[in-house]
């Protein structure tokens, strides 16, 4: 491990380009080898997609189970008083949340709504910090600021307005706007205000988010239960429920499986990193330095940079409540789908920091060899295969037949399709269960969606190898790919309607 510490240290640009060619150059030769192995090696494709069509069957069976537990832990937590709760600790009135709001573009009314989830939230709203950090490039959003800034005087705190201005070595995106915005409210409250900043947390939040009431009721409470408290980050499940009934039927399946595996994932805390909207101790955040500015995926980088400058010790804690948000919408459905391909590019890029997680696996000593390693191992499978899975899924059975006509008479040959099949329908029973989940947690139909379509809501699942295809593998391939070629992606904000 020390020499390849050093080979790392001394070779540290090529061997981060490597890793930056590696994802691509895997996905590619996992596709490649199901086409070309179809023609020379039918035999060992033939097993390889058995054992996929294996993995994939495991996968739906703990995405279901988890699903239905954590459906269950979300509405106990619902009816539960979290206030009263809190209350028993003696020191609950000195904990203060600092909320960033992240913004750039977005209409008022998708910025209001997020700061009125703020507001209707059952803790005391003076104990609440609203940060709506915008972007000094875009003036729009601190003019909406200052609107909301009126319309809510008096329901928090403070309310602060911050302009973040791109300077050299930044890149555009939420994360320098975040380390702008983090860094300037711990100077406001704690620097010049003499706030304790062991009782302050500091929550990322994008613009179109809203927050279950009971939510920072919750975290205050597993906030001081906690007595790892500043090593621990908090997730609420996030699920794309905002504009559920708007959208086209083929976004609407890819959101439902998303949601459903967000609130899947809070039961699997083996698992579990903090995405999109999460919150940690101001403590912690400001240990290491903020966020970094020169990155896109800021919720994996920041847990990670946490990880190892702890030695292993930071883990993320569920708050099992819902956290509504926007899925990709537009004006037209044909831009809808277009800012969905768009969106789901955007995530995949998300393996543009799996050459920091690697290397720092290298890098850092003193962190759990089995901790760091099931979390490389799971980082891998996510990101490496996120282009992959829809081929060895979809097309994996036919591919050895179709392109070698002597195995389709073989004894695997004749076997293989079924024996898939079988194991793919299973799979098709723990839909129904993820479907249920759905449907008990998705907001209700409103009135203007006409009964009937939502009861034909079900069928819109057979779309699921075409949604799999353009929402899945191909903008995991153009993430890839872009990455290999050292083509890196622009931050861009998903459009709000």
């Given at each position: 491990?020390?020499?390849?510490?050093?080979?790392?240290?001394?070779?540290?640009?090529?061997?981060?380009?490597?890793?930056?060619?590696?994802?691509?150059?895997?996905?590619?030769?996992?596709?490649?080898?199901?086409?070309?192995?179809?023609?020379?090696?039918?035999?060992?494709?033939?097993?390889?997609?058995?054992?996929?069509?294996?993995?994939?069957?495991?996968?739906?069976?703990?995405?279901?189970?988890?699903?239905?537990?954590?459906?269950?832990?979300?509405?106990?937590?619902?009816?539960?008083?979290?206030?009263?709760?809190?209350?028993?600790?003696?020191?609950?009135?000195?904990?203060?949340?600092?909320?960033?709001?992240?913004?750039?573009?977005?209409p008022l009314y998708i910025l209001r709504?997020?700061?009125?989830?703020?507001?209707?939230?059952?803790?005391?709203?003076?104990?609440?910090?609203?940060?709506?950090?915008?972007?000094?490039?875009?003036?729009?959003?601190?003019?909406?600021?200052?609107?909301?800034?009126?319309?809510?005087?008096?329901?928090?705190?403070?309310?602060?307005?911050?302009?973040?201005?791109?300077?050299?070595?930044?890149?555009?995106?939420?994360?320098?706007?975040?380390?702008?915005?983090?860094?300037?409210?711990?100077?406001?409250?704690?620097?010049?205000?003499?706030?304790?900043?062991?009782?302050?947390?500091?929550?990322?939040?994008?613009?179109?988010?809203?927050?279950?009431?009971?939510?920072?009721?919750?975290?205050?409470?597993?906030?001081?239960?906690?007595?790892?408290?500043?090593?621990?980050?908090?997730?609420?499940?996030?699920?794309?429920?905002?504009?559920?009934?708007?959208?086209?039927?083929?976004?609407?399946?890819?959101?439902?499986?998303?949601?459903?595996?967000?609130?899947?994932?809070?039961?699997?805390?083996?698992?579990?990193?903090?995405?999109?909207?999460?919150?940690?101790?101001?403590?912690?955040?400001?240990?290491?330095?903020?966020?970094?500015?020169?990155?896109?995926?800021?919720?994996?980088?920041?847990?990670?940079?946490?990880?190892?400058?702890?030695?292993?010790?930071?883990?993320?804690?569920?708050?099992?409540?819902?956290?509504?948000?926007?899925?990709?919408?537009?004006?037209?459905?044909?831009?809808?789908?277009?800012?969905?391909?768009?969106?789901?590019?955007?995530?995949?890029?998300?393996?543009?920091?799996?050459?920091?997680?690697?290397?720092?696996?290298?890098?850092?000593?003193?962190?759990?060899?089995?901790?760091?390693?099931?979390?490389?191992?799971?980082?891998?499978?996510?990101?490496?295969?996120?282009?992959?899975?829809?081929?060895?899924?979809?097309?994996?059975?036919?591919?050895?037949?179709?392109?070698?006509?002597?195995?389709?008479?073989?004894?695997?040959?004749?076997?293989?399709?079924?024996?898939?099949?079988?194991?793919?329908?299973?799979?098709?029973l723990f839909l129904v269960i993820i479907?249920?989940?759905?449907?008990?947690?998705?907001?209700?139909?409103?009135?203007?969606?006409?009964?009937?379509?939502?009861?034909?809501?079900?069928?819109?699942?057979?779309?699921?190898?075409?949604?799999?295809?353009?929402?899945?593998?191909?903008?995991?391939?153009?993430a890839h790919t872009r990455l290999m070629?050292?083509?890196?992606?622009?931050?861009?904000?998903?459009?709000?309607?």
């Amino acid at each position: 491990m020390g020499k390849i510490r050093k080979f790392i240290i001394k070779n540290d640009k090529k061997v981060h380009r490597i890793l930056e060619i590696l994802p691509g150059t895997v996905a590619y030769s996992m596709i490649l080898f199901l086409l070309i192995g179809g023609f020379v090696i039918p035999t060992t494709v033939a097993y390889v997609v058995l054992a996929y069509d294996v993995l994939w069957l495991y996968k739906s069976v703990m995405m279901a189970f988890a699903g239905v537990v954590s459906h269950l832990r979300i509405q106990a937590s619902k009816k539960m008083d979290w206030l009263g709760e809190v209350k028993f600790f003696k020191d609950w009135r000195r904990v203060h949340h600092i909320i960033l709001i992240v913004t750039v573009n977005e209409p008022l009314y998708i910025l209001r709504r997020a700061v009125s989830s703020l507001a209707k939230q059952d803790f005391p709203g003076e104990q609440i910090t609203v940060v709506i950090a915008t972007e000094a490039r875009a003036p729009e959003g601190k003019r909406n600021a200052e609107i909301l800034k009126k319309e809510f005087e008096g329901k928090f705190g403070h309310f602060f307005i911050t302009a973040h201005k791109l300077v050299a070595g930044e890149i555009i995106g939420k994360a320098s706007n975040e380390n702008y915005a983090g860094r300037w409210v711990k100077k406001e409250l704690v620097d010049k205000r003499g706030m304790d900043i062991n009782y302050l947390t500091i929550t990322s939040c994008d613009a179109d988010h809203k927050y279950h009431p009971k939510h920072f009721s919750y975290f205050t409470y597993s906030f001081l239960d906690n007595p790892h408290r500043y090593r621990r980050f908090w997730q609420a499940a996030i699920q794309s429920y905002n504009n559920f009934w708007r959208l086209p039927a083929p976004c609407r399946v890819v959101n439902t499986l998303g949601s459903v595996w967000n609130t899947a994932l809070l039961t699997r805390t083996d698992r579990l990193i903090n995405v999109a909207n999460y919150s940690a101790s101001l403590k912690m955040i400001d240990e290491v330095g903020y966020w970094d500015p020169n990155v896109i995926p800021e919720d994996y980088r920041i847990f990670f940079k946490c990880f190892y400058k702890f030695k292993g010790q930071v883990e993320v804690e569920p708050i099992f409540l819902p956290l509504h948000i926007d899925a990709a919408e537009s004006t037209t459905t044909w831009k809808t789908f277009k800012n969905q391909y768009e969106q789901f590019k955007r995530w995949a890029w998300g393996v543009s920091d799996d050459p920091y997680i690697i290397k720092h696996y290298f890098l850092t000593p003193g962190v759990s060899f089995w901790s760091k390693t099931i979390r490389l191992v799971r980082i891998v499978q996510d990101h490496f295969l996120w282009p992959v899975n829809w081929f060895f899924i979809t097309l994996g059975v036919t591919l050895p037949s179709i392109f070698n006509h002597r195995f389709s008479r073989t004894v695997m040959g004749y076997t293989l399709p079924r024996l898939s099949s079988a194991i793919l329908r299973f799979t098709l029973l723990f839909l129904v269960i993820i479907l249920i989940v759905n449907a008990k947690q998705r907001p209700p139909r409103p009135k203007w969606f006409p009964r009937w379509r939502a009861w034909l809501l079900p069928l819109e699942f057979i779309l699921m190898p075409v949604v799999g295809f353009f929402f899945n593998a191909l903008p995991g391939l153009d993430a890839h790919t872009r990455l290999m070629l050292g083509k890196y992606l622009e931050y861009r904000v998903t459009e709000k309607v």
